[in-house]
C-alpha cells in the first residue's frame, strides 16, 4: 500500500497556492469594486472559490477512485456511502456554479433562491438523512425534506453574509471543526470521513487562506461561499445515517456549533431589518462583526475578538463534555452563553448608520 505522505499533502497545498497566485496576479478574473456598503476600499479580485472548489473535488474523486493513496485522509469504501460522497461533492459543485454565475451577473434573489431550494430538495430526497430535532423528535421523511431544505438553504446564505470579511468564515469554520469533533466523534475525529473532507478542504484552501488574509488580496465570492456553507451545513447529515447502533444520531441543535455567533448575529440583524421594513436581501453593514470593524479595531481586532469567542465556546463545550452533562443542556447552556456574551458585545460596540 502507498501511503498519502506528508509530502503529497504538501503537493496540494503548493498547488492551491500557485492556482490562487495565477489568478490574483493575472489580468483577468472577477473583480469586486468597492462601494459604500463593503469593508474593503480597493478594488480587489474575487471568485476564489472557482480555484479551491474544483481542486477540493478532484482531489476528494482521486482518493475515491484510488483509495490505496489516502492512508491519511481515509474515505468510505461501500458503495452506499460512496454513493452519498458523490451526491455532496454534486451539491458543492452546483452551488459553486450558482454563485460563480451569481458573481458575474448578478441573478435576481428570487432565482438564485429557487435554484439553491431546487438543489438542496434533491440532495436530500436522494440521500434520506437520519435527523433528530432537539434530542426526542423524528419527523416523517416528506416533512423532513422541507424543513432541512429551508433551514439548510438559510445557513447557506449565513455562510454567504460571513464571507465578508478577511478570513472570519475560514477562522469560524476552522475552529468551530473542534466542537463538531466533540459533537461526532466517530465521524469528525482523525481517520473518519468527517476528519478526511474537512482536511482535503483546507488544504485545497491553502492558496485562498494565504492570500485572504487582511489585507485581502482575493475573496471567494459567492462561488466559494455558497458551495463551502451546502458542503458544511449538508456533510454532518452523514453522521446518523453512516453511524453504528452506538454512534451519535445527529441533532439539529448541533448546528449551533458551526458558528455559533454568526447564527446569533445573523438572524438578529435580518430580525431587526425585517421589523424596520428594509428589504433582506439588500447588502448592507449592520452586521456586528461589520460594526466592529468601523471602529479602530478594524479587520483584525474584529477577526481575533469573534475567534476568541467561538474558541472559548469550543473550550467550555469540552470541559461541560468530559463532566458528562448532557447534550441538550449543553446545547442550553452553550447557546445561553453565546447570546448573553454577544448582547454584552453589542450594546458597547459604537452604533453607526452603516446600512
Known amino acids: 500500500m502507498v501511503p498519502f505522505l506528508p509530502l503529497t499533502i504538501s503537493i496540494l497545498a503548493i498547488l492551491s497556492l500557485?492556482?490562487?497566485s495565477f489568478y490574483v496576479y493575472s489580468r483577468f478574473g472577477v473583480k469586486d469594486v468597492p462601494n459604500e456598503r463593503s469593508l474593503h476600499n480597493v478594488i480587489t479580485k474575487k471568485s476564489g472559490g472557482m480555484f479551491f472548489i474544483p481542486l477540493f473535488l478532484l482531489s476528494v474523486l482521486f482518493l475515491l477512485f484510488y483509495p490505496q493513496m489516502g492512508e491519511r485522509f481515509p474515505l468510505p469504501e461501500d458503495w452506499v456511502q460512496k454513493k452519498d460522497i458523490y451526491l455532496l461533492l454534486a451539491g458543492v459543485f452546483v452551488f459553486s456554479?450558482?454563485?460563480?454565475?451569481?458573481?458575474?451577473y448578478h441573478l435576481s434573489p428570487k432565482l438564485r433562491l429557487f435554484l439553491e431550494l431546487t438543489t438542496v430538495a434533491v440532495f436530500l430526497i436522494w440521500i434520506s438523512p437520519v435527523v433528530s430535532?432537539?434530542?426526542?423528535v423524528f419527523l416523517p421523511n416528506s416533512i423532513q425534506v422541507v424543513v432541512l431544505t429551508i433551514f439548510l438553504v438559510f445557513?447557506?446564505?449565513?455562510?454567504?453574509?460571513m464571507d465578508g470579511m478577511d478570513?472570519?468564515?475560514v477562522a469560524t469554520l476552522f475552529i468551530s471543526y473542534f466542537s463538531l469533533v466533540l459533537t461526532a466523534p466517530d465521524f469528525y475525529s482523525i481517520g473518519n470521513s468527517g476528519y478526511s473532507l474537512y482536511g482535503i478542504l483546507f488544504l485545497s484552501m491553502f492558496g485562498f487562506i494565504f492570500y485572504n488574509f487582511p489585507r485581502a488580496k482575493l475573496f471567494m465570492g459567492d462561488s466559494g461561499s455558497l458551495a463551502l456553507g451546502?458542503?458544511?451545513?449538508?456533510?454532518?447529515?452523514?453522521?446518523?445515517?453512516?453511524?453504528?447502533?452506538?454512534?451519535?444520531?445527529?441533532?439539529?441543535?448541533?448546528?449551533?456549533?458551526?458558528?455559533?455567533?454568526f447564527w446569533l448575529d445573523g438572524v438578529f440583524t435580518l430580525t431587526k431589518r425585517f421589523?424596520?421594513?428594509k428589504h433582506l436581501f439588500t447588502a448592507h453593514r449592520e452586521h456586528l462583526f461589520q460594526r466592529i470593524t468601523e471602529t479602530k479595531l478594524g479587520k483584525v481586532g474584529s477577526l481575533c475578538i469573534f475567534s476568541l469567542l467561538n474558541l472559548l465556546i469550543v473550550c467550555i463545550h469540552f470541559i461541560l463534555k468530559t463532566k458528562g452533562i448532557s447534550n441538550q443542556f449543553l446545547f442550553f447552556i452553550l447557546s445561553l452563553f453565546a447570546t448573553i456574551s454577544y448582547g454584552i458585545l453589542w450594546l458597547f460596540v459604537p452604533r453607526k448608520n452603516l446600512a
Open 167 to 169: 478570513w472570519y468564515l
Open 230 to 261: 451546502f458542503f458544511v451545513m449538508a456533510l454532518p447529515l452523514f453522521v446518523g445515517k453512516w453511524g453504528t447502533e452506538k454512534s451519535e444520531i445527529w441533532d439539529i441543535t448541533y448546528y449551533f456549533y458551526l458558528f455559533p455567533y
Open 155 to 161: 445557513a447557506v446564505n449565513l455562510v454567504n453574509f
Open 275 to 277: 421589523f424596520q421594513k
Open 133 to 136: 430535532y432537539f434530542g426526542t
Open 97 to 104: 456554479i450558482i454563485g460563480f454565475i451569481d458573481d458575474l
Open 18 to 20: 500557485i492556482l490562487h
